[in-house]
T-cell receptor, first 113, second 109 residues
């Protein structure tokens, strides 16, 4: 692994199903983030974690949950997917907080039908 | 909330210069980023400004005026590979980062 990876690359999901998007980084960065990107709206922060064991809510957290059990992994869970959660999801990490450059994963394209 | 405005689209000719403006109204300010995002790819870092003035990095330069709530990204000697979206992102007084919607730049031969 080099940098930050996400899985799956893309997914089509039936509404009401549970889904976990995976994110792993090997840069030993303290901070990690989940964004969704929708046409015309730009990147919007869903949840973040400043360090392992802590998480916080971003701009659009409803319907999503995260956990940060260790430094490397930051999974995003949709408990019961809805069509409005159709989006491209990007995970990012930075050495420390928001004043550091963020490094983005390749993204997961999620379609909820 | 945060208000970050940038033009939706810009078109320029190969070899030319393009200036992408970003204006912001945030509760406090702790820095401004520019990221580049090619279609279907992840955003990548271009520049970071926290003090007023111009930061030059090769063909790309970024300017900040904190008193005016204004920044621009200047792309010189445009190349076809510069066709991408350019995202302005601002860190507010609570150290929360917010992104603008992005400016799609199309470079024509």
């Amino acid at each position: 692994i080099a940098g930050i990876t996400q899985a799956p690359t893309s997914q089509i999901l039936a509404a009401g199903r549970r889904m976990t998007l995976r994110c792993t980084q090997d840069m030993r960065h303290n901070a990690m983030y989940w964004y969704r990107q929708d046409l015309g709206l730009g990147l919007r922060l869903i949840h973040y974690s400043n360090t392992a064991g802590t998480t916080g809510k971003g701009e659009v957290p409803d319907g999503y949950s995260v956990s940060r059990a260790n430094t490397d992994d930051f999974p995003l869970t949709l408990a019961s997917a809805v069509p409005s959660q159709t989006s491209v999801y990007f995970c990012a990490s930075s050495p420390a907080g928001s004043t550091d450059t963020q490094y983005f994963g390749p993204g997961t394209r999620l379609t909820v039908l | 909330g945060q208000n970050i405005d940038q033009p939706t689209e810009m078109t320029a000719t190969e070899g030319a210069i393009v200036q992408i403006n970003c204006t912001y109204q945030t509760s406090g300010f702790n820095g401004l980023f520019w990221y580049q995002q090619h279609a279907g790819e992840a955003p990548t870092f271009l520049s970071y400004n926290v003090l007023d003035g111009l930061e030059e990095k090769g063909r790309f330069s970024s300017f900040l005026s904190r008193s005016k709530g204004y920044s621009y990204l200047l792309l010189k000697e445009l190349q076809m590979k510069d066709s991408a979206s350019y995202l302005c992102a601002v860190i507010n007084g609570d150290y929360k980062l917010s992104f603008g919607a992005g400016t799609t730049v199309t470079v024509r031969a």
